[in-house]
């Protein structure tokens, strides 16, 4: 069961959830490629360094992938990120000063961004590759609104 669920308060539901989008798995694939390339050509020690190598920068990323929850409520915006060093970030809705974010071309392109929580009390809550940033912004507004 997730992480979101399991926070969830009596009367609290889900209304929007996202997670980190898939251009992280950008290197290991670009990699995987390689090997894949060196293999057909014959270079079959090339291609097994470079495929233990896709799949040695495959796993942490993989692991963030599975373990990343972001979610908006009707009562507050939680964030898990992590499962060795966890970090949470569980934030009352009336509690959001604002959501800032951050987008290059390629993000625009491929959906993805950096989000910037900040709180009441001023502290600033930073989050990367998030799918779908400017919907995560809209939902928290929606939800306050």
């Known amino acids: 069961m997730s992480y979101v669920n399991n926070s969830l ?3 609290e539901r889900v209304v929007y959830r996202t997670r980190l989008n898939l251009v992280i798995f950008t290197w290991p694939i670009l990699f995987g490629l390689l090997a894949l390339t060196a293999l057909v050509l014959g ?16 796993l942490p990323k993989y692991v963030a992938f599975a373990t990343s929850e ?22 009352q809705l009336s509690k959001v000063e604002a ?6 071309l390629l993000g625009r392109i491929f959906g993805y961004g950096n989000i910037v929580v ?15 940033p400017l919907k995560f912004r809209r939902a928290v507004q929606a939800a306050t609104g």
């Open 9 to 11: 308060i009596p009367d």
């Open 99 to 104: 959501i800032a974010v951050e987008q290059d």
């Open 118 to 132: 900040t709180g009441t009390g001023g502290t600033k809550e930073p989050f990367r590759t998030i799918s779908g």
């Open 43 to 58: 270079f079959r020690m090339t291609a097994a360094v470079l495929g233990a190598f896709a799949l040695i920068i495959a």
């Open 70 to 91: 972001f979610a908006v409520t009707n009562k507050r915006l939680i964030v898990k990120v992590g499962v060795l060093r966890r970090r949470t970030v569980e934030l």
